[in-house]
């Protein structure tokens, strides 16, 4: 099924919001059986979405719009969408008592501003909105499927879940089965080298891309054939398994999680530079309270000093950014926590804060396990984000890889 794609928002024109939404639709359209031909993104105006519904190529089956559903002056999707359709809504009395009621239950009442909310159409059909108030809508135009759906992400993914996702699949004729392979600590080049022959023997119908961000790399495979699809993921986990930490939605600090679990050990971490960052993850992943046990964000010497016990003397030769000093946060906050593991990192996340001997980007980061403490450089970029980004991203990766290597011990 070819589909049409509008992202409806002036926040997404002026780069006030990255639209993520873009590219979520597109990845589960396509595992749905389904593909984004035209995509336009354009203002909250009446005038713009009539003339991109105008504008949708003749190829495509189904529009799916995104944004402008809310209660305020300038979400007005729906008001073009009743026009295009040449419908009229009316008041739903019954969704908004019980919208009341929902609210109720949080101590929260709807002002009179969210009524607009509770209209439906006469010939067209709404789409529920389990995670908010603003319901979408579905209508049929000249044989064409329209869907319309809030911009608010997790709203936008419960609704393409369980309305329009299924409505792909059902209509789709050749299901198109996708496998995203997720690495870290690798370069796309190096992975790309590593997977050259793989690369060259793939057969015709089975497409294999190479998807880079900052934290790692993602292959994604696609065919028609399933069975293809598996051969050459397990090809590919054969050559390059050491670098894979999991498949399609899989987080690194899930597998953490999974692998700290199976092996009955906790886990706590002293951060510096993260912030914090490193924690928040590994609490992202519910059930983290039967291996984390807790954190320490040491920003400053004095709280390193006062709650890791970091040497006084250290601090002082060999700075708070060192190997020194990052192995001392590593053993100490294992034991102050009282855990199997020790986690830490220190570093010179930027932009300012750098030397020529130790330049912004330069990380530090260890692991102890009371019996012997890897330590480890690092030396990242300029930016601050990624780099506390980047320093997340390899310190559990460090755990996985150290985690792996006790497989069979």
Not at 124 to 148: E, M, T
Not at 203 to 219: C, E, K, R, S
Request: net charge negative; with cysteine.
């Amino acid at each position: 099924m070819n589909i049409a794609l509008i992202t409806i928002g002036n926040e997404l024109l002026a780069g006030f919001t990255v639209n993520t939404n873009a590219s979520w639709i597109g990845t589960y359209v396509l595992k749905a059986g389904g593909k984004v031909l035209w995509h336009q993104t354009i203002g909250d105006s009446k005038e713009e979405i009539h003339h991109a519904l105008m504008s949708v190529p003749s190829g495509c089956e189904t529009i799916i719009i995104t944004g402008g559903l809310g209660p305020t002056h300038d979400d007005v999707t729906a008001v073009a969408l009743y026009d295009y359709a040449e419908d009229s809504p009316v008041f739903d009395e019954a969704y908004w008592d019980n919208l009341q009621k929902r609210l109720s239950k949080r101590n929260m009442t709807l002002p009179d501003l969210n009524r607009n909310q509770a209209m439906r159409p006469q010939k067209g059909n709404v789409i529920d909105n389990p995670v908010g108030s603003a319901r979408g809508l579905h209508f049929i135009v000249d044989d064409k499927h329209i869907y319309a759906v809030p911009g608010v992400p997790r709203e936008m993914k419960e609704m393409m879940k369980s309305t329009i996702l299924p409505f792909i699949r059902q209509n789709s004729e050749n299901m198109l089965f996708v496998r995203t392979i997720r690495t870290t600590g690798i370069m796309e080049s190096a992975l790309a080298e590593k997977l050259a022959h793989i690369v060259q023997d793939t057969p015709n119908g089975l497409t294999i891309a190479f998807l880079p961000q900052f934290t790692g790399v993602d292959v994604r495979l696609s065919s028609h054939d399933e069975n293809r699809i598996k051969d050459l993921a397990e090809q590919i986990q054969s050559t390059v398994g050491k670098y894979i930490y999991g498949f399609d939605d899989d987080r690194l600090e899930d597998t953490i999680g999974e692998m700290l679990s199976g092996k009955s050990l906790t886990i706590a971490t002293a951060e510096s530079c993260t912030g914090g960052l490193i924690g928040h993850r590994i609490t992202n992943v519910s059930g983290s309270s039967s291996y984390y046990v807790g954190g320490i964000v040491s920003y400053s010497n004095d709280v390193k000093e006062s709650a890791l016990n970091v040497d006084h003397d250290v601090l002082e030769k060999h700075g708070a950014v060192s190997p020194e000093t990052a192995i001392q946060m590593a053993e100490n906050v294992r034991e102050v926590l009282h855990a199997d593991l020790g986690l830490s990192v220190t570093g010179i996340a930027g932009p300012t804060g750098g030397t020529k001997e130790k330049p912004v980007g330069l990380v530090y980061i260890a692991l102890a396990d009371g019996n012997n403490t890897i330590v480890k450089e690092f030396r990242f970029v300029k930016d601050r984000t990624l780099n506390k980004n980047a320093s997340s991203q390899t310190a559990l990766n460090m755990v996985r890889l150290y985690l792996m290597s006790k497989v069979n011990k």
